[in-house]
């Protein structure tokens, strides 16, 4: 399978614990994206990573987040002390970025988090 | 801030009728996406929009792109049940290069 990867598919979790997604994006990809979808709306723009660097983060993105993409290929993004308010579905996608203008991103299948 | 919206967010349509769903922006972009999710699924792309003037058809899908107007199009025609689906229309932004989602439009095509 050559599409993004994500892990786990589900994740209960109680309020207050620490949790870790992992992404692997479709491997010739430089960009990866994550993002942040509740039920009935869009994904919301959380961070994304050019390679290794991480260019931007959303001010939806509080200190609890985190993400890493430590050698440019699979990504990490942790959730430290749990809020119910986490609870959603944390999207990852990749893309060739500007290397072809105007290539969409792929998106994973997506991690679903409840946290109780 | 970039700013997407859509509408309708909600539609309800017969098999074999036509109609649009219409996506606006708020600031100057050079690529618009649309995607569609099917329930408890990911998103899957159905078309890149990189230029003014730009229309792109697959099937029963017909996407178009006015810059000028920040607006965007996604006409169906002829619906049939398959297409039932949220449908995300989502904008790039010039300085970043981060995307960014309207609400969507929850599609449903009853016989």
């Known amino acids: 399978d050559t599409g993004v990867s994500q892990n786990p598919r589900h994740k209960i979790t109680k309020r207050g614990q620490n949790v870790t997604f992992r992404c692997d994006p479709i491997s010739e990809h430089n960009r990866l994206y994550w993002y942040r979808q509740t039920l009935g709306q869009g994904p919301e723009f959380l961070t994304y990573f050019q390679n290794e660097a991480q260019l931007e983060k959303s001010r939806l993105l509080s200190d609890r987040f985190s993400a890493e993409r430590p050698k440019g290929s699979f990504s990490t993004l942790e959730i430290q002390r749990t809020e119910q308010g986490d609870s959603a579905m944390y999207l990852c996608a990749s893309s060739l970025g500007r290397q072809l203008v105007g290539t969409e991103a792929f998106f994973g299948q997506g991690t679903r988090l409840t946290v109780v | 801030e970039l700013k997407v919206e859509q509408n309708p967010l909600f539609l309800s349509m017969q098999e074999g009728k036509n109609y649009t769903i219409y996506c606006n922006y708020s600031?100057?972009?050079?690529?618009l996406y649309w995607y569609r999710q099917d329930p408890g699924k990911s998103l899957e792309s159905l078309f890149v929009?990189?230029?003014?003037?730009a229309v792109k058809q697959e099937g029963r899908l017909m996407a178009s792109l006015d810059t000028k107007a920040r607006l965007s199009t996604l006409h169906i025609t002829a619906a049939v049940h398959d297409l039932s689906a949220t449908y995300f229309c989502a904008v790039g932004e010039t300085s970043y290069d981060k995307v960014i989602f309207g609400p969507g439009t929850s599609l449903s095509v009853i016989p």
């Open positions: 600031t100057t972009s050079d690529r």
């Open positions: 929009l990189l230029s003014n003037g």
